[in-house]
């Protein structure tokens, strides 16, 4: 017996059109949320390896890389971030051996590292093109940028968010955040570099922040090799800066930290294990969280 294939008719069609409709609306947001949810564990493994290479420097040096600035806040300065100094023990030697120490981003050399993206130091739920964004601060050219930078710790005079200072530790009754921090690590760009070793996180390696994400798209002040572009204040909130380009520029309320990621951001502490911290934490907290020798009480977070 021979049986004829019945073709579809049009609302047999349009009716399983439809479900594959709803079959592929239902399946997309499951599937958003695990490419997520893979994003988010390879910026914590980003920040771990960050995290792991500031060990081996200290181990190595007995002392964190600086920070520092030398000269004229342009491309003639002649210091750097406390990123470079990590290439070796991110397996990026080549490129360490590459960086001419003293000299300004306009010695050759310095101008190529500058421009060189470093997988590691971006987030990958964050979108930023190739990793090379213009209107960089205190550069006449594009550079390459960075997710993560170190905590300045809470204290700040400028902006919505000032006065902000503690009564205890370094730079104790301190507003300027910049250049004399109460955090891990100070941006030292009109004085000398303030070192930073193991024994000085009083406050505890498992209870203070090293390193937080931040957002190039919304500060122009983030690119990994500038010393005034890789440290980041945790007296304006978490996440609190969402603001169109045209605010690159306004540093009192965006030289802060912030994430791609909903509801919060990573942090690397100290002591190399990295926590994800609600931006809804409270913000005496999350200033707590941000001193390494405040003694403050902090509990749970």
């Not at 997309?28 to 893979?38: C, G, S, T």
């Not at 390879?42 to 290479?53: E, V, Y």
């Not at 968010?161 to 300027?176: D, H, K, L």
């Not at 009083?202 to 922040?209: M, Q, V």
């Amino acid at each position: 017996m021979r049986f004829r294939r019945r073709g579809f008719t049009l609302i047999e069609l349009l009716t399983t059109l439809a479900l594959i409709g709803l079959l592929v609306s239902l399946l997309l947001p499951a599937v958003q949320m695990a490419r997520e949810a893979a994003r988010r564990t390879q910026c914590r493994n980003h920040l771990k390896q960050i995290g792991l290479a500031l060990h081996l420097y200290h181990d190595s040096n007995n002392v964190f890389p600086i920070n520092y600035g030398m000269g004229a806040y342009n491309e003639t300065n002649r210091g750097a971030s406390w990123l470079p100094r990590l290439l070796p023990h991110l397996d990026q030697a080549p490129l360490y051996s590459s960086v001419r120490w003293g000299e300004p981003l306009t010695q050759p050399d310095n101008d190529l590292v500058a421009k060189t993206v470093i997988g590691v130091f971006l987030c990958p739920s964050d979108v930023h093109g190739n990793g090379i964004m213009p209107n960089r601060r205190n550069s006449n050219d594009p550079r390459a940028v960075t997710n993560y930078k170190a905590c300045l710790g809470s204290n700040w005079e400028w902006g919505s968010s000032a006065p902000s200072m503690s009564s205890a530790g370094r730079n104790a009754n301190q507003t300027n955040g910049l250049e004399h921090c109460n955090g891990f690590l100070c941006r030292a760009g009109d004085t000398p570099p303030q070192t930073t070793r193991l024994g000085d996180i009083l406050d505890g390696t498992s209870s203070t922040f090293a390193v937080g994400e931040a957002v190039p798209e919304w500060t122009w002040h983030t690119w990994w090799y500038g010393f005034n572009a890789s440290t980041a204040t945790c007296a304006v909130r978490l996440n609190s800066w969402h603001r169109p380009e045209t605010s690159l520029s306004d540093w009192f309320e965006n030289y802060s930290f912030s994430s791609r990621h909903t509801g919060g951001g990573h942090f690397l502490m100290v002591d190399g294990s990295v926590r994800f911290i609600s931006e809804n934490i409270s913000h005496y907290v999350y200033r707590d969280v941000a001193t390494i020798q405040g003694s403050e009480s902090i509990g749970e977070f």
